[in-house]
């Protein structure tokens, strides 16, 4: 039987293993617990273990809603699942790449200007995602979460936790919609509408035909705010500030198509003529990038402002087409 105290690393799936719990867990529920200890194991293999009494608290049964203090001792039993492939090393080009892209780093607390094209996590046939490589990079530090979330396809700033009580209150931040203020830049086609500034209509999440999931504007969506702020104007397109007042799946571009202006390299909504037009000009990605976050750490009380500037082939990029940003904003 295998006794330690809960870290990044698995514990042995072949025989039992005893974890104490410690502060980076307390609180935490048992089923979340076991999903990220037993990474790779189905959730509907946690649940059995756990509705057969297989798990066990100080020696008692629980319920996977069960919470979980510091000091506390968790009995995992042996589970048995297919082999997987292990997540791949980090090379030397990515893990210099992450290491110059922190911003900030405190006790409880990283931010990463993540580049674009990096997926945060691993899954959908991503094998290492920003948050896999961050915990092979710093395999002593027995927590790191990502707060949220950004599509694989846009650039920018996001936090990861290093600390349990500094995720679950950022993430209370993100859920009341307040206390966190997001601001990305966005390349977009067409001149930007003289006068909008707020853009105020539900979104809904569906599915093509082909089963490609897509959001659209329908009444029947759920209610979103978007502030915008135009920063630039070329011939072709327009640069804005974009200030997500509620966070839904790809609200910003959703909420720039609708005023005519998708965002320049949208490949899933910007429609045949505006691709042309971007692979006439050299655009070659997603131009939106999540440049800055404000709120108050939850450990300190200290007013942030983070700030991530776009890497150098979109700064160029905003330059080619008349759209140089000089900074500033909303």
């Not at 900030?104 to 899954?123: I, M, Q, R």
């Not at 005519?260 to 003529?273: L, M, Q, R, V, W």
Request: overall charge positive; some cysteine.
């Amino acid at each position: 039987m295998a006794f330690n105290r809960m870290s990044n690393q698995q514990p042995d799936q072949t025989k039992v293993t005893l974890v104490e719990i410690t502060e980076d867990n307390h609180g935490q529920r048992v089923d979340n617990f076991l999903l990220t200890a037993l990474k790779g194991v189905p959730r509907t293999l946690v649940y059995r273990i756990i509705r057969k009494g297989e798990v066990r608290v100080n020696k008692g049964r629980v319920k996977a809603d069960s919470r979980l203090q510091s000091g506390d001792i968790i009995r995992i039993p042996p589970v048995r699942v297919p082999d997987k492939n292990e997540t791949p090393d980090v090379s030397p080009a990515l893990n210099g790449l992450l290491d110059s892209a922190i911003v900030y780093e405190d006790a409880g607390l990283l931010a990463v200007n993540k580049p674009h094209g990096l997926a945060v996590h691993g899954g959908s046939g991503v094998s290492l995602g920003m948050i896999e490589a961050l915990r092979k990079m710093r395999p002593d530090h027995t927590f790191l979460e990502l707060v949220h979330r950004l599509d694989r396809d846009t650039s920018g700033i996001i936090l990861v936790a290093k600390k349990r009580s500094v995720l679950t209150a950022l993430q209370r931040m993100l859920a009341n919609k307040s206390g966190i203020k997001k601001r990305y830049l966005a390349l977009v086609h067409g001149a930007w509408p003289e006068g909008v500034a707020d853009v105020k209509l539900p979104l809904l999440r569906t599915e093509r035909k082909s089963g490609e999931r897509i959001v659209l504007v329908d009444d029947e969506g759920k209610t979103s705010h978007t502030r915008y702020s135009l920063l630039a104007s070329g011939s072709h397109y327009s640069l804005v500030e974009a200030e997500p007042v509620t966070g839904r799946t790809h609200q910003i571009r959703v909420h720039c198509q609708s005023q005519g202006c998708t965002i320049a390299g949208d490949e899933k909504y910007g429609d045949k003529s505006e691709q042309d037009i971007d692979r006439q000009r050299g655009v070659r990605r997603l131009c939106l990038h999540a440049h800055q976050l404000a709120f108050r750490h939850p450990s300190t009380g200290e007013e942030l402002c983070l700030n991530a500037e776009p890497g150098e082939e979109l700064r160029h990029l905003f330059k080619k087409v008349g759209c140089e940003w000089q900074g500033g904003g909303l």
